[in-house]
């Protein structure tokens, strides 16, 4: 059973920085695109950006600039590091994993999911 563990949320500052983590397991990493999706109080879970597996990195415009992601097969990791937070990034930010050749912004294209990390961001 493939199983999705993200860490790294927090508590910060407007202009501050967190890196999230997500590790996989029961799933042979290499072969998927991974994703990470948030999901803010009373809205839908959305897109932020994904990792193909083969190549190629896309990011929603707003994260532009401020956030990367990044992913080390060796280790079944995928990361986002995210400079610059706003309070507009406050959520709970999920990885996600698709045995893809495509890389998809939609929620319903993913296979697996971690349970989400909590990233609060205060002005």
């Known amino acids: 059973q493939a199983q999705l563990v993200e860490s790294g949320g927090g508590s910060v500052q407007a202009g501050g920085s967190l890196r999230l983590s997500c590790v996989a397991s029961?799933?042979?990493?290499?072969?998927?695109?991974m994703a990470w999706f948030r999901q803010a109080p009373g809205r839908e879970r959305e897109f932020v950006a994904v990792?193909?597996?083969?190549?190629?990195?896309d990011y929603v415009d707003y994260v532009l600039g401020r956030f990367t992601i990044s992913r080390d097969d060796a280790k079944n990791s995928v990361f986002l590091q995210m400079n610059g937070l706003k309070p507009e990034d406050t959520a709970v930010y999920y990885c996600?994993?698709?045995?893809?050749?495509?890389?998809?912004?939609?929620?319903?294209?993913?296979?697996?999911w971690g349970q989400g990390t909590q990233v609060t961001v205060s002005s």
């Open positions: 990792i193909s597996w083969i190549d190629g990195i």
């Open positions: 029961g799933l042979t990493f290499s072969l998927y695109n």
């Open positions: 996600a994993a698709d045995l893809s050749s495509q890389r998809s912004w939609e929620v319903g294209d993913y296979d697996y």
